[in-house]
């Protein structure tokens, strides 16, 4: 019996040491979401304290469509686009090499987001000597040759659980419409989400 005692008890200690803690992001909430219809092509979900602001392009060679996101009580922001872009990795590739920002991280990974497969660009980065930026940039292949980037950028070092799990909504709700049926770009509120 006096054997036993000692090893109940380290069993006991293990188990407390190992015992799956309630994990952080269970405690966050998605904020309430609104369904957005973007360039008439883009479906998705946003968070109704986002704020939309889209650019009219003029000269379209690579850059077709894109819309600036701020959503400042997430601490988010970043950019929906259409590219029309041959080598996909070489442009990524080169932009970085080009870019004014001073790189501490930068990776070119494949992805596949519902229907769409491409490339996660994640990287952090100084700009200045006191701004770090952090950025996830999802630029996905469309089915009308097109590349979709979707980017999320954040003034940290790293993206908070409350934004990946904001950011993981957004693209899931991702879909696909298809080309406009004129040259007009809109965005088009389609109502909100109870």
Not at 57 to 81: F, K, T, V
Not at 181 to 188: G, K, R, S, V
């Amino acid at each position: 019996m006096k054997k036993i005692i000692p090893w109940a008890i380290l069993i006991f200690l293990v188990c407390l040491v190992f015992y799956p803690q309630p994990s952080r992001l269970a405690d966050t909430t998605i904020p309430n979401m609104n369904p957005h219809v973007l360039n008439k092509e883009i479906s998705l979900q946003l968070p109704a304290t986002t704020q939309i602001a889209e650019h009219w392009l003029e000269d379209r060679q690579q850059l077709h469509y894109s819309a600036y996101l701020n959503d400042e009580p997430l601490g988010l922001r970043g950019y929906i686009q259409l590219w029309q872009i041959d080598d996909l990795e070489y442009y990524l590739q080169k932009s970085k090499e080009m870019s004014t920002f001073d790189f501490y991280t930068f990776s070119l990974d494949a992805t596949h987001i519902g229907d769409f497969k491409g490339i996660l660009n994640s990287w952090g980065a100084s700009f200045g000597q006191a701004a770090k930026l952090s950025g996830k940039e999802y630029w996905l292949y469309t089915p009308n040759q097109k590349v979709l980037r979707i980017a999320f950028l954040t003034n940290d070092t790293s993206f908070n659980e409350e934004q990946l799990k904001v950011m993981g909504t957004i693209l899931s709700s991702l879909s696909w419409l298809g080309e406009p049926t004129n040259a007009e770009t809109l965005i088009e509120i389609t109502g909100e989400h109870p």
